[in-house]
Structure formats: C-alpha cells, structure tokens
C-alpha cells in the first residue's frame, strides 16, 4: 500500500510541474506574440499617420498653389482688390478656414472679418521679410503666410488659415483598425501558443496518467514516448521502477499472504479476497458458502508430542483439504502477485485458507459445500503419520451461507465460526450449518452473563438464611445461606434463574466468594446473642472447590472468622462427592482440616456409590426433598427413609431432612428419629436481618420467603 502511496504523490508531482509548465509556456508565448503583435501595430499606425500627414501637405501645398496662381494675374494688373472674389470661390472648401492676401506695406485684402483689416499681420511680415512661407499653430488652426513674388518683385504675402482636423476621422480610423486587428492577433497568438504548450507537455501528460494508473494498483503497464529528450528518458526510468516494482510488489504478497507453515492463503489473504468476493457476489447475484474448520484436540498433539509435529500434523491437514477440494472438481486459488489478478470464478474456484492455529477456512460454491463437508470428515478419519507416530486429527466444521445467512464476509465468518462451536457442542468430528435461534440463545446467555458480572461487581447478591430445627425438640440448629439476586428491575430471583448461566460463564467463584463472606459475617454477628450452638451452611459447587485460589481465600476466611469448630458447615451435591476430581477430595480434606463440616446435599437424588461415599469424610447427609414426599401416604416411601437413615446412623452421620413441609412429614421423621429438618413448615428462607429478628422474637414459623 506504501508503494501505491508514494506512486500516487509522484503522479500528483508530475501533475503539478505538468500544469505549471503548460501555464508557464502559453504565458511566455502570449507575453511574446502580444509584444511582437503590438510592435507591428504601432510600426502600422506610424506609417499610415505618416501618409495621412503628407497627404495633408499636399493639400495644403495644392491650395496654396491654386491661391498664388489664381491671385497673381491680379496682383501684377494692380486689381488686388478684387482678389476677394477668388477667396470667396477657395473659402467654399471645407478645410480653408480663412484666406486673405497682406500687400507689401501690410494691408489685408479679402479677409473674413474686418477687425484685424489695419491690423499687422506678423506672421505675414516675417514672410516678407524671410521671402519664406511661414507657418504658425493656432489652437485648431494652422495659419500658414506664403510670400508671393514674380521675379525679384514682391507683391505681397498669402495668408491661409487652414483646418489640419479635416484628416481626423482618418486617424481615428487608421487606430481604430489597428487597434481591432491587434486584439484580434493577440487572441489568436494567445490561443496558438495554448496549442503549442499543451502539445509540448502531452508527453507529461501520458507520463502522469500512466503514473496514476500505476498508483491505483495498474502495475501491468508500460509507456512509450518518442521525444528524443529528458522526457523520453524519464518514461524510460517510470518502465524500469515499474517492472521493479511489480518484482518487489510480488515478494511482498508472498510474505504477507501465504501462510508460511503450509503454503496455503493466510488470515490476511482471505480477509480481501473475502471481501472482493462477497461484493462481487452481491452485485452479480451469485452464492456462495464458508467452512470454517477447527481441527478437535490439536492442544493435545503439541502438548504431547511437541509443536513440530504439530506443524507436520497442519501441513498434512492441509494437504488433505485441498485434496478434497479438487475431489470435486474445484481449483483452490493461490497466492497471486496482485490481489485483483486473481478473479474468483464463483462455479469453479474454491478458497483454502489458513486463518491460524489449527483454524481452515474454505470458500466454495453453495451447492457442493455439504458435500465437501462429509467429504472433509471422512478424509480425516484415516490417521495421519508424522515421524512415525500415527496420530488422529477429526475436524469440526461450520457452515455459513452467503448471502441469505449473513450480508456481509465479517457476519459471514463468524456464523461460520458459530456453527463450528455448535458443531463441537454436539460431539465434534462432524459439521453444523448456522443456525440463527441456536446463535441467538448464546447471544442471550452471553448478555445475561455480562449482567451476573455487573451485578457482582454492584454487590447485588444476598444470602438469606433457612433456619433447620431439632426434629424432637423443634429448637433451631442452625441455617443455610441460599443465594439471592436483588435485581435492580426484575425483584429477587431464585439461584435457579442464574447459577446455571454463571457456572456456564465461569462465575460460580466470584458469586461463592460473596456468599462466603456474607455467610460468615452473619455466623459472627449471630452467634454471640444465641443460646444454643448454630451451623451455618452454605452450598459448594464443584467449579468452586476446583478453584485452588477460592478455596485458599475460603480457608483463610475461615480462619480469621475464628468461629466455634463446628459451625460452618460446607454443603455438596451427591454429584459433586462423587466426582472424581482427586483434587477436589484434597481440597475438601482441607476445608474439614480447617474445621468446616461437611454435608452430602440432595442425598436420594443422584447415583452415589455408597462405598465412595464411605470414603469421603461427612458429617451431614441431607435428604432430598423429593424422598420425603410421600412419607406418612406411602409405605415404601416410608421404608426407604428409614433404611437411609439407618444407613447414616451406620456411618455415623447427622441427617437433615430436607423440605418438610407438613407435620404428617414432620411426625414421620420424629417416628423414626430423624435429627434435623428443614423446610417451609418450619420456616421459609429470610434475610439475615430478619432472621435476627425472627430469632429474637422466638422464632414464629409464620415467617415467609420474601423471594
Ligand atoms: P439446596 O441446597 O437443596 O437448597 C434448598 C432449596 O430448597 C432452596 O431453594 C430452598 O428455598 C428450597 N426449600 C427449602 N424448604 C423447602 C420446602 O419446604 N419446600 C420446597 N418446595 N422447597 C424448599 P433455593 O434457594 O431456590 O436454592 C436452590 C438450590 O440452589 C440450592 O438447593 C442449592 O443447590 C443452590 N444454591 C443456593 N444457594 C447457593 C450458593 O450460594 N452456592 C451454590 N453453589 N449453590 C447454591
Ligand atoms: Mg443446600
Ligand atoms: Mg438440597
């Protein structure tokens, strides 16, 4: 991607001196067509000004030539004064303002305006004086005296005022005209040197498209510029860095794509071809289906034998997979120097990937995908030999389907992972397709979970106390902690509604270590005001008590509570007692060491074998609820609960019984000299506080569970 960043500046560069250059060289040559433009423009105006000019002195000359041809027969026969006439006919003209003759001893003859009649007239007398015409400007006027002589006779000086701006629309057009086809050079000088920038930087230009190509991921390219020049040497350097490039570009999809174990697609592979898939898949219509494999008990393999055969194990796995593949008639994709250049064929190809550890995942056309399935179970049936060791390595696998079970390759990749985990769930070495209740369920339990660790964390367990009684005497001996979750919106719930979902989520420990404690606290406070010794129990599940660092914190607990031996009284599942767990028995040795009681919880319900039950140190057999609730109506009933108690008189065991709920029930025990009971008849679970109260007060049995 680094590669394609720094092509992609290089092309912005390019693309930058390119535009900058074609401006730079349509500005020089407008700055250099508009000068020369201009320079011949103004050659044009002069020149043509210049004939305009001498046109107006061949006017001038002419009438000056006329006046003095004209005047003179005149002059010579002495009929000067009737030279007004002849200036009359010459003033007609439009460009003779005014024309008079000056004889020789200064007298105006013919002039328009009698004022200046006796006037000197200096311009004329320098001419006489001069013997030269003499001219003279006069605000709009050029006043011009021409002496007039025949011979060495002098008669006198022609006086003509003449208009020069007869001429003037003459000028102002010669500009005017000039002028318009100077814009008009200028613009096509301007458009023409546009023209040739833009054509002196064309090579640039493929330059900078190719380099664009190239920077969105176009690697398969070259350019060809015949300038003869830098440019042509430039393209030819852009060829040799594209082929390096694409060399460079091909050892690093080998790095990042391939796994290195097994030769096949990686994590990183199938998460953009997965990707490009699926979007070609939406929008041509198409199908397609995941597998995702995880092969069962791979730990076990590297934890017995060692990784490398671990990874001899995987490259062998994966071999199989593609063999399977190709079984059916599918090509599996491979690493390609370009992620685009390998087109997925939605009918033909397949994807084998590895996403990491012993996790496979396949893409493959939806209708084979079953089939593949069975197919990949039964391959991997055989064994597999690795440095002489023969080893089993069975697969679970999930099945996703594209697009009607999830939309998009992330969904997509965790149904399939979902299915997988349902596959396990069911027994491994075989497959699952998605199924979106079962996901949902988990997704439930899964929030539910979330919420028992918020509620630890919000201290909203409680341990109400049961009270058991003295069957004989009705006296209270002591009480079980039973759990309570205060739910801040759905009241007080049962353990039932969410021991099972903590146990599923590991928190049975952090649940125990707050029923600890609560328990404890309650035997301190109690103890001191009662007049008779009290057990308190409270309930242990097998995930605690294989908990080492519960156990450590409940011993210690125990310990600093300092309470009477005796008191706390540990109860345990028939199941739990009879788990197998060596560990287990240690830790319970433990706690009994420590001066804990012990209880067989729920007796009657599980499948105890008495010789273990023998063997395991107890002190209280608790029968179950659901023994006693036929005594008093049915015989046999009757005599089951007295075997069992004998049974426990052999072992030397305290029995409480467990849910009485009658005083037909309650006689029965006192029949057959039962110990202990406990149960609704007697009194309901309660908080602790108001089982202080309740004792106190005498203990009324009226007291209800507030649960
Ligand atoms: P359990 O240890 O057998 O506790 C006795 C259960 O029977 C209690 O139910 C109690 O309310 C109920 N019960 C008592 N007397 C009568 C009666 O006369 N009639 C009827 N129908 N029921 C009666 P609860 O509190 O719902 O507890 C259910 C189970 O949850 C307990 O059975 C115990 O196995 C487990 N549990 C409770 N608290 C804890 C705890 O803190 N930790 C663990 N691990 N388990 C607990
Ligand atoms: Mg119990
Ligand atoms: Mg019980």
Redesign the pocket.
């Known amino acids: 991607m680094r590669t394609f960043v720094v092509l992609r500046s290089i092309a912005d560069g390019v693309r930058f001196a390119k535009s900058g250059l074609a401006r730079r060289l349509s500005f020089v040559f407008g700055a250099l067509i508009s000068t020369i433009v201009a320079a011949v423009i103004l050659i044009n105006v002069q020149t043509q000004l210049q004939l305009v000019h001498e046109r107006l002195e061949q006017r001038l000359a002419h009438l000056i030539d006329i006046a003095v041809e004209l005047s003179l027969p005149y002059l010579i026969e002495g009929r000067g004064a009737e030279l007004d006439l002849i200036f009359e006919e010459l003033r007609g003209h439009a460009d003779v303002l005014d024309i008079y003759f000056v004889d020789a001893v200064g007298r105006r003859v013919g002039a328009l305006s009698d004022s200046g009649a006796s006037g000197e007239d200096p311009l004329a007398r320098v001419a006489a004086e001069t013997g030269r015409q003499q001219r003279l400007r006069h605000g709009n006027r050029l006043q011009v005296a021409m002496p007039v002589r025949m011979g060495s006779l002098a008669y006198g000086t022609l006086r003509l005022d003449f208009d020069p701006n007869s001429l003037r629309s003459e000028v102002a057009t010669v500009w005017l005209t000039n002028a318009l086809a100077g814009v008009a050079f200028v613009m096509v000088g301007l458009f023409t040197s546009n023209i040739v920038a833009a054509r002196l930087v064309r090579p640039l230009n493929r330059l900078t498209r190719a380099t664009e190509r190239a920077a969105s991921g176009d690697l398969d390219q070259a350019i060809s510029v015949r300038t003869n020049d830098e440019i042509e040497s430039l393209a030819h350097s852009f060829n040799t860095m594209l082929v390096a490039l694409r060399r460079s570009i091909q050892e690093i999809h080998e790095v990042a794509y391939r796994d290195k174990l097994t030769g096949i697609p990686n994590r990183a592979w199938l998460g953009s071809k997965l990707e490009q898939i699926t979007l070609e898949a939406s929008a041509r219509g198409e199908c397609f289906s995941i597998l995702f494999l995880d092969l069962d008990d791979f730990k076990a393999v590297n934890d017995n034998h060692g990784h490398h055969v671990g990874d001899m194990l995987l490259i062998q796995f994966a071999n199989r997979l593609r063999d399977c593949v190709a079984g059916l008639g599918l090509v599996p994709l491979a690493v390609g120097s370009s992620l685009r250049s390998v087109k997925y064929r939605f009918d033909r190809d397949a994807v084998v990937a590895r996403l990491g550890g012993d996790e496979f995942t396949l893409v493959v056309p939806t209708p084979l995908c079953i089939e593949l399935a069975r197919r990949i179970i039964v391959a991997m049936r055989a064994p597999f030999v690795v440095d002489a060791l023969i080893l089993r390595a069975t697969t679970s696998i999930g099945v996703a389907r594209f697009p009607d079970q999830a939309a998009s390759f992330e969904a997509l990749l965790k149904h399939a992972d979902v299915a997988m985990y349902q596959a396990k769930r069911a027994g491994r070495n075989r497959f699952a397709t998605y199924d979106g209740d079962q996901h949902r369920l988990a997704l439930e339990r899964q929030e539910l979970a979330d919420e028992i660790r918020g509620a630890i964390e919000a201290d909203q367990f409680e ?2 106390l ?1 009270p058991q009684f003295l069957v004989a005497t009705g006296q209270v001996s002591g009480a ?5 979750w205060r739910h801040p919106e759905r009241g007080t719930l ?3 509604t969410f ?1 099972p979902l903590a146990a599923g989520a590991g928190l ?1 420990p952090d ?2 270590r707050l ?1 600890v404690r609560k328990t404890l606290a309650a035997a301190q406070r109690i103890l001191p005001s009662s007049d008779a010794p009290l057990t308190f129990a ?4 097998v995930d ?1 008590l294989a908990d080492p660092d519960f156990v450590e914190d409940l011993l210690w607990r125990i310990d600093s509570a300092d309470l009477p031996p005796g008191t706390l009284e540990i ?1 345990i ?1 028939e199941n739990t007692a009879m788990s197998d767990g060596a560990q287990i028995q240690r830790q319970l040795e433990k706690l009994r060491l420590a001066g804990a009681r012990l209880a067989i ?2 007796f009657g319900v599980g499948y105890s074998n008495l010789g273990r039950l023998k063997g395991l140190a107890f002190d209280t057999l ?1 029968l ?2 659901s023994l006693l609730l036929d005594v008093g109506e049915n015989e046999e009933a009757e005599n089951l609960m007295a075997t069992i108690l004998a049974m426990a008189q052999v072992m030397k065991a305290d029995v409480v019984a ?4 009658t005083t037909v029930q309650l006689s029965v025990l006192a029949k057959y000299q039962c110990r202990f009971f ?4 007697g009194a ?2 309660m908080p602790v506080e108001d089982f202080v109260s309740w004792l106190d007060a005498g203990q009324s049995s009226e007291r209800r ?1 507030r ?1």
């Open positions: 341990i109400f049961q079980e902690a039973l759990v309570r049962l353990p039932g021991l049975l649940i125990g029923v409270m309930n242990l599940s605690e109860e599942t919880d729920d608790k179950d609820r467990e849910g009485i709920e406990q149960g609704f008849l309901y679970p569970d649960a």
